[in-house]
């Protein structure tokens, strides 16, 4: 296969999955949007987590609510647990790598709090772990998985939301779940900006 023809089929895998995916995710990420939004107007926020691609993702969503998404707004409270490297490998070389989210959770999640929960295999252990301290502290928990939704899906609570992508490969469930950040952040916005009842 040609280089060409190889990125032709990512790019249409990606455009296949997104326009299959809408209509199952369009209802879920309207819920996580509603349950975001009443988190962040109770003065409350919201901590974001993940590994890799999505430790990137949980990044992305805290810098478009800290900062902007398209339009000008108010700072809103969203904090990523994957960018303190002191505390990230002290939890990890004094406790385990499973803890590194999990005792930010603890240690900084309030009742009423939310955690974005991002997992493409939905079986990360440090993220199942932030998700079990999340419920510990009264949070509510959006979840962002694919393949099925792995343990995840069996750990939320029923006011928590799952938004599972339907596909099996890593990388094409990231790009959608960076789709879903930028529908969470429209959304939000359109809502505290009275565009959206
Ligand atoms: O971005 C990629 C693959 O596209 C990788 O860095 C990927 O994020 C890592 O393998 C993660 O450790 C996968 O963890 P998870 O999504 O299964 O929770
Ligand atoms: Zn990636």
Redesign the pocket.
Known sequence: MSLIARITRHFEESAQLKLAAVEGLAGPVSDAIDLLVSVLASDRKILAC???????DAQHFAAELIGRFERERPELAALALTTDSSILTAVANDYSFEEVFARQVRGLGQTGDALLA???????PN?IAAIQAAHERQMHVVAL???GG?RIASLLAEDDVHLCVPHDR??R??EVHLLIIHCLCDGIDAILLGEQE
Request: aromatic share 0%; charged share 5%; net charge positive.
């Open positions: 993940g590994n890799g691609g999505s430790a990137g991002i997992s493409t295999s939905g079986n990360s993220v998985t694919g393949k792995g890593t990388a469930i990231q």
